[in-house]
């Protein structure tokens, strides 16, 4: 019998479509869903497919057949949402065990028949993993950055129940897709190494990418390439993408993945772009054009479906197949990776990686301060500054005895991982505790370092560490300690090494070029003997390790160096510059160091770089005495310098520091910190605003609002990513915060609210950017909000609704489904005998969608509302008697007239830009 391994060298595979699609031709009702079995479980269940393999089993069979019949090679089972994380929306929860045994055993049953028919031709069933409805990387909550709504420890735990339940039905791959959020796929890929491990089966294991904005980022914001240093870690049998969009506007994704990933590559797009009302309809024929490039150029090796396909889009891969050469992965990258939202490369061209020391509780007294006074905007701001200053990874220090640094790591890591500017560099996560270093990894998408390990509680223990590490996919580390102590003599250091490389590529199945070792940079110019060879044992040590032990990196903590001339910076960071230069020659290529230095060792004058070399290079007994009188002198110097500076006028320099920004009007400052998602002017910006405008309400519909607009229309061109768009949204809510208090003020004492607004994000949706400043702009204008929060069901609207007696209900959603959930909603609204204004707004929804399928089933006004700066307007219409009607009037027009067109035209095919406008336009 063939594996999926052997055959995919022979030619290329055919996955097959999507599931969804092929459901929905079935009609199913919310009676075939539940069955007899499930009548009693609350609320709806019609839109839970994978429920379909218990109650439905011949339809999900019966779509198996179609695919297989349409010549897929591997077919997927019906369980994306199969994880108890999904399911307890639906509370299905308990039964996710028995789902995926079904819905592998179905899918298995099938695909022998199948291989029984034609014994050449073997088919395969790939277990389908989704990424779940919850996001490990973003908080949910605009207010609170750090909050998680799913933890890395719920998730994989929640994987490995799905897992082990497909591995025992005996599925030939898992196959993890549409992953949005590359920390939930490494939870995923973390639970199936357990759940393979836990049954002894190993299968291979295949990964698929889907990208949120045409920059081709996840929703989280990681790159491509930042993507495949995350799971570098994994045996990875296949990486790819699905879903994002067509197979043309996929392509060039694929080939940026195609280009570094050392593995099989698959593709299995939308049957091209939505359209405004969210479904697909490019032509089986289109769609195999496309597909057939991909083939020509050598792009794939597994293609498929995704949504919007059926088994008529399969058939017609066929015959695209024949006599096709399948791709060969590229080589094995022979250079270090990391990642944040970036992927950093450590290559030997590039010299010397310089790590940010500054977040280091036990380094920084500013640092520790702002922990302990929980400053954490201002902390961030220490991280946001050493990547400026150029830090290419930041090194993350929480190990205080008064600190409950696992806490703190975990707050500070998610914190950082919601400032993009940050974000974008990899992470070291520092600390002697080993949970504080475990709890670090759970929160980190990217490709981190740990700092550090080591051979000081013996081999065993090492190993243990290393191979957790390995789990987590980060890089390591490993300081030259042992059993013994330190190792502080050129000898000792090599030979710790030298051990722990060996036990680490020999039996921690460890990637060399993920070893950095840390030989030990300990202070010189002590005042003892002793200490007097440190620096050159390092450099010497750094040496032999580049020349010895393949692969592997040298790393140092380099203030360490100059802890005997605290106090005088100016010797410190020349001292760490003529140390580097001589340790890099040697092949240093990392360092923990204050990025913010600029004492360049060729600047450095003769009289003084000869005393420091004397020092480091250990040139003569006398050495540290000579530097510390220079170092007197230099001080000394300083301080007169300083007191002439400070009587004549030393403020100029400051002054022309300032940031060029500041120097725009009022209106472009705020634009520009709204973009940026800068919070630090915004008190003093908005002051002087509010002299020049009457009101401050005018403030947020100006230029607050412009800024947000720019925002939207940097995002739809792809120009940002999501986390970034995430952060100026809570800055806007920061500059509506510093207005609430004068808006109060204006209110008229004892004026009547303008009216009552009820919000929500309809059930299966959890975005919830867009309704949140929606509610911020509805209450600037004196409007009573009641604010239900996300995955809202129906019933709850309609019943809070007809307490609450509301105006009107604003329902917003970000995904595809939700269009069919506003749709149900009000049907609801209509059944409760409702009369309130509906305003349906939030990525894609669309007019055309509004009109057609919303507006019809609820006799009151509905109204698309296309951005956040139109709700005030129109609910202000919508409660004036006098400009009701004929606003309700023009607008059922334009619908009609809508609605007509749309007979013509069937459905309205949208440009790249506008779909993806559409669907991730969050406001
Ligand atoms: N190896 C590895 N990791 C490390 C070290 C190492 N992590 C911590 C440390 N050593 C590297 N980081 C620092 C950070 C700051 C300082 C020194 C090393 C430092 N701080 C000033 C001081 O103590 O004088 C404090 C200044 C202030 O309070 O602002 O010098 O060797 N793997």
Redesign the pocket.
């Known amino acids: 019998m063939a594996s999926i391994e052997t055959l995919v060298r022979e030619r290329i595979l055919i996955l097959d479509g999507a599931m969804g699609t092929m459901i929905q031709q079935y009609n199913l009702t919310e009676d075939d869903f539940r069955g007899k079995r499930f009548a009693q479980i609350p609320g709806q269940l019609k839109g839970n497919n994978d429920i379909l393999c218990l109650t439905r089993p011949d339809v999900i069979r019966d779509i198996h057949r179609k695919y297989l019949a349409a010549g897929a090679d591997i077919i997927e089972t019906n369980t994306f949402n199969s994880t108890s994380v999904s399911m307890a929306d639906y509370h299905v929860q308990e039964y996710v065990r028995e789902i995926n045994f079904a819905a592998v055993k179905l899918a298995r049953e099938v695909a022998d028949e199948f291989t029984a028919l034609t014994p050449d031709k073997q088919r395969f069933v790939a277990g389908s993993i989704g990424p779940t409805n919850k996001t490990c990387s973003m908080s949910p909550d605009v207010n609170n950055p750090a909050f998680r709504a799913l933890t890395y420890d719920e998730l994989a735990a929640a994987y490995r129940e799905q897992m082990e339940a497909m591995l025992e039905a005996g599925v030939d791959a898992l196959l993890i897709e549409t992953i949005f959020d590359t920390l939930n796929a490494k939870a995923a890929i973390y639970a199936a190494e357990q759940a393979m491990e836990a049954i002894g089966v190993r299968v291979p294991l295949m990964l698929s990418v889907t990208v949120s904005d045409i920059g081709g980022r996840t929703l989280s914001g990681q790159t491509l390439e930042a993507f495949l240093a995350s799971v570098q870690h994994a045996d990875i049998f296949s990486v790819g993408l699905n879903c994002s969009f067509g197979a043309r506007q996929l392509k060039p994704f694929l080939e940026q993945l195609a280009a570094r990933a050392p593995y099989y590559i698959s593709a299995y797009p939308n049957a091209g772009l939505p359209n405004s009302l969210g479904t697909y309809d490019q032509t089986p024929a289109e769609m195999a054009d496309e597909i057939r490039e991909y083939i020509h150029e050598g792009l794939v090796n597994i293609i498929g479906g995704c949504c919007g396909t059926t088994d008529e889009y399969i058939a017609a891969y066929s015959s695209l197949i024949v006599g096709a050469v399948p791709r060969i992965p590229a080589s094995l990258p022979d250079n270090l990776w990391l990642s944040g939202l970036e992927l950093l490369e450590v290559k030997p061209e590039n010299n010397f990686i310089n790590v940010g020391?500054?977040c280091?509780v036990?380094?920084?007294?500013?640092?520790l301060r702002l922990i302990n006074e929980k400053k954490y905007d201002e902390a961030l701001s220490i991280a946001r500054q050493q990547v400026e200053d150029g830090a290419q990874i930041i090194?993350i220090?929480m190990d205080d005895g008064l600190l409950d640094a696992e806490k703190e790591m975990t707050t500070f890591l998610n914190l950082i991982t919601s400032e993009p500017e940050i974000a974008r560099v990899p992470v070291m996560i520092?600390s002697s505790k080993w949970d504080v270093i475990v709890a670090g990894l759970k929160c980190m998408q990217g490709k981190s370092i740990v700092?550090?390990i080591s051979l000081k509680e013996g081999e065993e223990k090492f190993l243990e560490h290393a191979r957790t590490i390995k789990r987590y996919g980060a890089a390591a580390?490993v300081?030259a300690f042992d059993e013994q102590g330190q190792a502080d003599t050129y000898e000792r250091r090599i030979e710790v090494c030298e051990r722990a490389y060996r036990l680490l590529v020999d039996r921690g199945g460890f990637n060399p070029q993920d070893i950095i070792f840390?030989p030990?940079?300990l202070a010189v110019a002590t005042g003892m003997d002793e200490h007097n060879n440190y620096a050159v044992d390092f450099i010497r040590a750094t040496g032999w390790i580049r020349k010895n032990l393949p692969g592997a990196h040298v790393?140092?903590?380099?203030?360490?160096l100059?802890?005997s001339f605290?106090g005088n910076n100016y010797i410190?960071e020349a001292m760490h510059a003529v140390f580097l230069y001589h340790a890099i020659r040697e092949g240093m290529d990392m360092g923990?160091v204050?990025p913010a230095t600029s004492v360049l060792y060729t600047d450095i004058p003769a009289d003084i770089l000869e005393r420091i070399e004397d020092v480091v290079l250990n040139r003569r007994s006398d050495a540290a005495e000579r530097l510390i009188e220079t170092a007197e002198r230099l001080k000394a110097e300083a301080e007169a310098a300083k007191n002439s500076l400070s009587n004549g006028n030393s403020q100029l320099s400051s002054l022309s520091s300032q940031l060029a920004w500041r120097e725009d009007t009022v209106e472009e400052r705020l634009k520009y910190a709204l973009t940026k998602g800068i919070g630090d002017y915004l008190e003093e910006d908005l002051a002087e605003a509010l002299k020049v405008y009457p009101k401050a309400v005018d403030i947020i519909e100006g230029p607050l609002m412009a800024g947000m607009n720019h925002v939207g229309d940097l995002f739809g061109a792809g120009k940002m990513f999501l986390p970034q768009v995430v952060k100026t949204a809570r800055t806007m809510k920061k500059a509506v915060a510093v207005l609430q208090p004068v808006i109060e003020s204006e209110k008229q004492e004892g004026a009547a609210s303008a009216g009552k607004v009820l919000l929500a994000t309809v059930k299966g949706d959890v975005h919830d950017i867009g309704k949140n400043i929606v509610s911020v702009v509805m209450a600037c204008n004196g409007y009573e909000i009641i604010d239900l929060g996300v995955m809202v069901p129906a019933e709850t609207i309609v019943q809070r609704a007809i307490e609450e007696k509301v105006n009107m209900i604003g329902l917003s959603g970000l995904i595809t489904p939700s269009l069919d959930e506003m749709v149900h909603v009000a049907i609801e609204l209509e059944k409760a005998g409702l009369d309130v204004p509906l305003l349906i707004g939030g990525a894609t929804t669309s007019p055309l969608h509004t009109a057609l399928k919303i507006a019809p089933v609820y006799h009151a006004p509905v109204i698309h509302l296309k951005d956040a700066s139109q709700n005030a307007t129109v609910a202000a219409r919508l409660m004036n008697p006098n400009q009701k009607e004929e606003f309700v009037k023009k607008l059922s027009n334009k619908y009609q007239q809508l609605r007509e067109k749309n007979q013509e035209k069937q459905v309205e095919t949208v440009s790249l830009e506008e779909a993806k406008a559409n669907r991730l336009n969050l406001f």
Request: overall charge positive.
């Open positions: 020391e500054r280091n036990a380094g920084s007294r500013k640092f090194d220090n520092d700092n550090s580390v300081m840390d030990n940079v790393s140092g903590g380099v203030s360490n100059s802890f605290r410190r923990i204050n």
